[in-house]
């Protein structure tokens, strides 16, 4: 089956409702390209799934495409503030706000990996967190009869994740900082692999450095120069200032569309 | 006269002892320069670890906006990332992880969640990050707040995400340290009264006696200019 399809393609494989994984940290190596996309597309209801988010996040919620998000932490570091459209759908009750320990977005995704419904944590008994989310619960140790709290599998119906390099059979490899990427390709029942550049079929196999990702776990390649844009992509590209500021003047979702069409940062 | 964010550099950096494995995370550019700071001067043997899983960067890069990014990890010498660094805490091995929050109270109980209601919120914040998991696994939990007033530290938090290993909190007018479960102050920054101290804060002060902290030493002054010419750690102040 051809994997390499262009952008629109791939995200229209992705249904309303469905549960995505986002790839990278806050303004490092997010899959920017497609989460626009999934404006453009107009898709409701996703159930975002992310360690730290920023602009993908915030974008998802000022477009009206969450549900919900179950996520660490949701901010622009320092320098670009706060997440002001997902606080602000959070506040108004138009997206619930699933928070996790990041460590706890890790440990659903590793139960997922493993197969497995739920995994043990420690720490998290003590954080009025565990009480007041149902995707907490205290399991007993059957061995030693330890008391520790637990999470719920997190398996995304599909995770979206942005290479610096990838062959048209799925193959991707991050240089550089891998955040979760790796382990939300296992966790996840399928992957979008964007990239940066697209090389040839027997490129890995003359390599040292392996791709992270393997083919057989990865339903759609794009080849999205700048994908990460304007965020970060290590080794490619620097945060375009510019654009995070303008992206965060932009009053609605109609503004948001607008600002898209143009086609700011050129994908 | 010095910079707030100079002395709170060194105040955090000075909690850092020789041989300690050290976490920040996101949005942590001072505790990342007080690291940086520590492994130049007093503490070379410190483990340096982040989420980028640059263990130990040889001649990191400081990145403006972010404190996650590349420029940790490209002159590292072994990648552990976020998750291994949490592993690690699970484990026992994790000796500091500087955290942050939006509310504390003189229990060391830390909030970075929510105003209100959790479900339909006054005020969503960010989220405490790796903080519920962190602040009771690691040795020592240590609290950077660029903020300190009376809603800042406060008699009650209105969420408690994470309780446990609070062992310090350094803000712009102090330093309180745990005792006996309780915060008390350790020492207050030059040209601080304890009037002042006492007037932001919302919970009765403690203490044996009133120090001021230490400015930057004469190494430390040079450290920091070599270790963040771009004074990113000034960045939580603009």
Redesign the interface.
């Known amino acids: 089956m051809e994997k390499l399809c262009t952008l629109s393609e791939a995200v229209s494989r992705i249904r309303d409702g469905m549960t995505v994984g986002l790839g990278g940290?806050?303004?490092?190596r997010a899959p920017m390209a497609a989460v626009f996309e999934l404006i453009r597309q107009g898709k409701r209801n996703l159930r975002l799934v992310k360690?730290?988010g920023a602009m993908d996040i915030d974008a998802l919620c000022l477009a009206g495409c969450a549900a919900s998000v179950d996520?660490?932490?949701?901010?622009y570091?320092?320098?670009?503030g706060?997440?002001q459209r997902?606080?602000r759908s959070?506040?108004q009750?138009l997206v619930?706000?699933n928070?996790?320990?990041?460590?706890?977005v890790?440990s659903a995704l590793r139960a997922a990996s493993y197969g497995i419904p739920f995994m043990p944590?420690?720490?998290?008994k003590?954080?009025?967190?565990?009480a007041?989310n149902d995707y907490f619960a205290d399991v007993t140790d059957p061995f030693t009869g330890e008391k520790l709290a637990a999470v719920r599998a997190i398996r995304p119906d599909v995770s979206i994740v942005h290479a610096q390099v990838a062959d048209a059979r799925g193959n991707a490899r991050f240089d550089?900082?891998?955040?979760?990427d790796v382990?939300l390709s296992r966790a996840s029942a399928t992957v979008i692999v964007t990239a940066e550049r697209i090389v040839g079929e027997s490129f890995f196999a003359g390599e040292r450095e392996k791709a992270d990702i393997p083919h057989f776990l990865v339903s759609a390649v794009v080849h999205a120069p700048h994908g990460a844009s304007p965020g970060?992509c290590?080794?490619c590209y620097?945060?375009d200032?510019e654009a995070v500021r303008a992206f965060l003047q932009l009053p609605d979702a109609g503004a948001l569309a607008c600002w898209l069409e143009r086609g700011r940062c050129g994908w | 006269m010095v910079r707030t964010c100079d002395i709170m550099a060194v105040a955090l950096a000075r909690l850092i002892r020789n041989g300690d494995t050290v976490f920040h995370g996101v949005s942590s550019h001072l505790p990342m320069v007080a690291v940086l700071l520590a492994k130049a001067t007093h503490a070379p043997d410190a483990v340096y670890l982040n989420i980028p899983g640059g263990t130990d960067p040889e001649r990191p890069v400081l990145q403006r906006f972010t404190s996650a990014g590349t420029g940790l990890w490209d002159s590292a010498c072994a990648g552990f990332p976020l998750m291994e660094v949490f592993d690690l805490s699970m484990r026992g091995g994790l000796d500091v992880a500087f955290l942050s929050g939006v509310q504390f109270d003189s229990r060391g109980n830390v909030n970075a969640s929510v105003i209100g209601d959790y479900r339909r919120p006054k005020v969503r914040l960010p989220g405490g990050a790796g903080s519920a998991v962190l602040i009771p696994t690691a040795k020592r939990a240590v609290i950077w707040r660029t903020k300190h007033d009376r809603r800042t530290f406060t008699d009650k938090v209105d969420f408690v995400t994470a309780k446990g290993n609070v062992s310090d909190i350094v803000t712009p007018l102090c330093c309180f340290t745990m005792y006996e479960g309780e915060l008390i102050l350790k020492s207050i920054h030059p040209g601080v009264t304890i009037d002042k101290v006492a007037e932001n804060t919302a919970f009765p002060l403690r203490y044996f006696d009133i120090v001021e902290t230490p400015p930057p030493n004469a190494e430390e002054e040079a450290a920091l200019r070599r270790i963040d010419p771009l004074d990113l750690r000034n960045l939580e102040f603009l």
């Open positions: 940290n806050t303004l490092n360690t730290a996520a660490g932490f949701i901010s570091e320092t320098e670009y706060l997440a997902y606080r959070v506040q009750g619930q706000a928070e996790h320990a990041c460590y706890t890790i944590v420690r720490g998290l003590t954080s009025d967190l565990r007041v550089g900082p891998k955040y979760e382990l970060a290590p080794g620097e945060p200032g």
